[in-house]
């Protein structure tokens, strides 16, 4: 199994710049994050989706949108890029069968400029 | 929302020596503990977690206590290897709140040979 896979690996935006950070599980996973990590901060939760068909913000949603595809996709969107959204961006993603620990995908780094 | 505070923020081991990492955590509510490793370049792995049900909870040289009164728990790596040096992350959720995580800031651990 791939687990968590996250596309792409590396991008770099220049201010005002939209994109969409796709992520795909195939655990059969109902819950979906997406988390962003900067230095000395840990990691910090942008948007979840608890199950197909809802979405709910985290705790830094502003200047992201997110789309729960179907069960396996989750992508996060980012419609005006900022220097201050340069991050490493993780999706992950739980269920009952993992006792609600997460999987992690290995991560998108953004550079907006 | 729940905050969980993380210490030491770096620490450095002699190889076959212990290290341990605490966290506190402020909703009383929390339930959920897990221990995550992140290694260069990749996403945080699953490592180890405790239910608020259980006190401590073992895994090979890894362990991790809880402290529900105190609200505090803490992760401890015995005959450290060169391979454990990584950052560590803590976490707490709740099974009310969609399990949704809230993590500690980090802890940079170098084993020195």
């Known amino acids: 199994n791939a687990g968590v896979t996250q596309t792409p690996k590396f991008q770099v935006l220049k201010t005002g710049q939209s994109m969409t950070l796709q992520c795909a599980q195939d655990m059969n996973h109902n819950s979906m994050y997406w988390y962003r990590q900067d230095p000395g901060m840990g990691l910090r939760l942008i948007y979840y989706?608890?199950?197909?068909?809802?979405?709910d913000k985290g705790e830094v949603p502003n200047g992201y949108n997110v789309s729960r595809l179907n069960k396996r996709e989750f992508s996060l969107r980012l419609e005006s890029a900022a220097p201050s959204q340069t991050s490493v961006y993780f999706c992950?993603?739980?269920?009952?069968?993992?006792?609600?620990?997460?999987?992690f995908g290995s991560g998108t780094r953004l550079t907006v400029v | 929302g729940e905050n969980v505070e993380q210490h030491p923020s770096t620490l450095s081991v002699q190889e076959g020596d212990s290290a341990v990492i605490k966290c506190t955590y402020s909703d009383s509510a929390s339930n959920y503990f897990p221990w995550y490793k992140q290694e260069l370049g990749k996403g945080p792995q699953l490592i180890i977690d405790?239910?608020?049900?259980?006190g401590e909870k073992k895994d090979q040289r890894i362990a991790v206590t809880l402290n529900k009164t105190a609200k505090h728990f803490s992760l401890h790596i015995t005959e450290t290897q060169p391979e454990d040096s990584a950052v560590y992350f803590c976490?707490?959720?709740?099974?009310?709140?969609?399990?949704?995580?809230?993590f500690g800031a980090g802890t940079t651990v170098t084993v020195r040979a």
């Open positions: 992950a993603s739980s269920g009952r069968d993992s006792g609600y620990g997460y999987t």
């Open positions: 405790i239910r608020s049900n259980v």
């Open positions: 976490a707490a959720s709740r099974s009310s709140n969609d399990y949704k995580l809230s």
């Open positions: 989706s608890a199950s197909e068909g809802t979405t």
